[in-house]
């Protein structure tokens, strides 16, 4: 008779998301796709990156950076979940609320519903390294409840061992 080696379990499949917008359209499908993944027992980690960094901002704080460029980059591109915009369409607001109108009617989470959904579920929200570092970001800008800031290697490696990758 001979033994058998018990079976290993079966890895918990994984997704890893970059982030690189904080147009509405682009930063719903990344947090709708997200949560739905982390609801389906997926680990998922997402990487803000440039434009995409400033969906994590508190949507209070108004001005960051320490130098006027960046602190003007802010006023021009204001951030937090509260304050996206489309990215087509947009037509002076009056696109991003009409989407926002629709989006109440049929039901849709928010983006700061979504955000905090993800969080709940478990899903890691990793701030760009060098992206804190050009816009003058400090962690007391964002949410909390992030995990530490890492660079394009981290989310590399990340990504590397990922089953679905995608970029949005």
Same mark, same amino acid.
């Given at each position: 008779?001979?033994?058998?080696?018990? #079976?290993?379990?079966? +890895?918990?499949?994984?997704?890893?998301?970059?982030? =690189?917008?904080?147009?509405?359209? +682009?930063? =719903?499908?990344?947090?709708?796709?997200?949560?739905?993944? #982390? #609801?389906? %027992?997926?680990?998922?980690?997402?990487?803000?990156t440039f434009w995409g960094l400033r969906v994590?901002? +508190?949507?209070?704080?108004?001005?960051?950076?320490?130098? &006027?460029?960046?602190?003007?980059?802010?006023?021009?591109? +204001? %951030? %937090?979940?509260?304050?996206?915009?489309?990215?087509? !369409?947009?037509?002076? %607001?009056?696109?991003?609320? !009409?989407?926002?109108?629709?989006?109440?009617?049929?039901?849709?989470?928010?983006?700061?519903?979504?955000?905090?959904?993800?969080?709940? &579920?478990?899903?890691? &929200?990793?701030p760009c390294q060098m992206t804190m570092e050009?816009?003058?970001?400090?962690?007391?800008?964002?949410?909390?409840?992030?995990?530490?800031?890492?660079?394009? #290697?981290?989310?590399?490696? !990340?990504?590397?061992?990922?089953?679905?990758? &995608?970029?949005?």
């Amino acid at each position: 008779m001979s033994m058998e080696e018990p #079976a290993a379990a079966p +890895r918990q499949k994984r997704m890893a998301v970059v982030c =690189w917008s904080s147009d509405l359209d +682009r930063v =719903w499908p990344t947090l709708i796709l997200s949560t739905t993944a #982390a #609801a389906s %027992g997926l680990e998922v980690d997402v990487f803000f990156t440039f434009w995409g960094l400033r969906v994590l901002q +508190r949507n209070e704080k108004r001005l960051t950076g320490v130098n &006027l460029k960046q602190k003007m980059e802010s006023i021009v591109d +204001r %951030g %937090g979940t509260d304050h996206l915009r489309l990215g087509k !369409m947009h037509m002076g %607001g009056a696109g991003t609320a !009409m989407i926002k109108q629709l989006a109440k009617e049929y039901k849709v989470a928010t983006p700061s519903d979504l955000l905090g959904m993800a969080m709940d &579920l478990g899903v890691r &929200l990793y701030p760009c390294q060098m992206t804190m570092e050009l816009y003058g970001f400090t962690k007391e800008d964002f949410i909390d409840g992030l995990q530490p800031p890492m660079g394009a #290697a981290g989310f590399i490696d !990340m990504a590397a061992d990922a089953d679905i990758s &995608l970029f949005i």
